[in-house]
């Protein structure tokens, strides 16, 4: 469940804003002025913090100045009642994310907490790295590989693959469904463009087809006087 922390001095405010977002699933916490704001933010781990600029004791804006020294992931957005572009743009400079200018809709508040949610889960190092894996990942059928990782599965368990029996099958899941002549595959694979002369491609070939290819469920064809494709049954 994410936590938020929201910062407001009108009772009516609160009471509406915990009631919407407890409803959504969340577990909301209050402050009714600036230092108890800010004790709150830097003494537990808030997913989210709702911060109002006009603030009994210390004010929004150097509430989220002093959170941003300790804490420079967290979510903040302002609700204003200011809502001059100068006041914005001291809001954002202070560090918050984004603004809502008062009064606002509900549906509204819940979409810009969404949106900084995600903006900020997908900055994560696990995240980051999770997107920049998931863009490696080529697979067929049963067949997996991550080219991340350099690694290949089928149905799950790893399959050991020389170093041009991997370049093959990339190959191959780079161009499923499309006839390759042996050309394409020494131009694709070896990185020469003329005919070697022997029968290499035909000879990795088998050597893939024993790794991954099941005698009664072959997924790479040979498509005579024109090479192989890679296609289901």
């Known amino acids: 469940m994410k936590k938020i922390l929201v910062v407001e001095d009108e009772a009516h405010v609160v009471s509406f804003i915990k009631k919407g977002l407890t409803e959504e699933g969340y577990e909301v916490s209050v402050a009714f002025d600036g230092s108890t704001g800010l004790q709150l933010a830097l003494t537990n781990v808030f997913d989210f913090i709702i911060l109002d600029i006009m603030l009994p004791e210390m004010n929004g804006l150097e509430v989220c100045k002093n959170i941003r020294n300790k ?25 918050a994310d984004d603004y809502l200018v ?20 997908d900055k994560s190092p696990l995240n980051k790295e999770k997107n920049i894996q998931q863009d490696y990942i080529h697979t067929f ?26 370049k093959l099958l990339f190959y191959f899941l780079q161009n499923k469904n499309r006839v390759l002549s042996r050309m394409d595959i020494l131009e694709g694979v070896w990185g020469v463009d003329y005919d070697l002369g022997t029968n290499v491609v035909d000879v990795y070939v088998n050597y ?3 790794k991954i290819d099941n005698s009664d469920d072959r997924i790479i064809h040979t498509v005579i006087g024109m090479g192989y494709v890679l296609k289901e049954n």
């Open 141 to 166: 059928n049963d067949i997996v590989l991550n080219d991340y990782t350099k690694k290949v599965s089928k149905n799950n368990e790893e399959i050991s693959l020389t170093t041009t029996e991997y």
């Open 208 to 210: 893939l087809r024993k």
């Open 102 to 121: 008062k009064p606002f809709k509900f549906i509204e508040l819940v979409a810009r907490i969404k949106s900084l949610l995600r903006r900020t889960e």
């Open 71 to 95: 804490n420079s992931n967290v979510p903040i957005l302002f609700l204003t009642a200011l809502g001059t572009s100068e006041n914005i743009v001291l809001g954002l400079e202070s560090g």
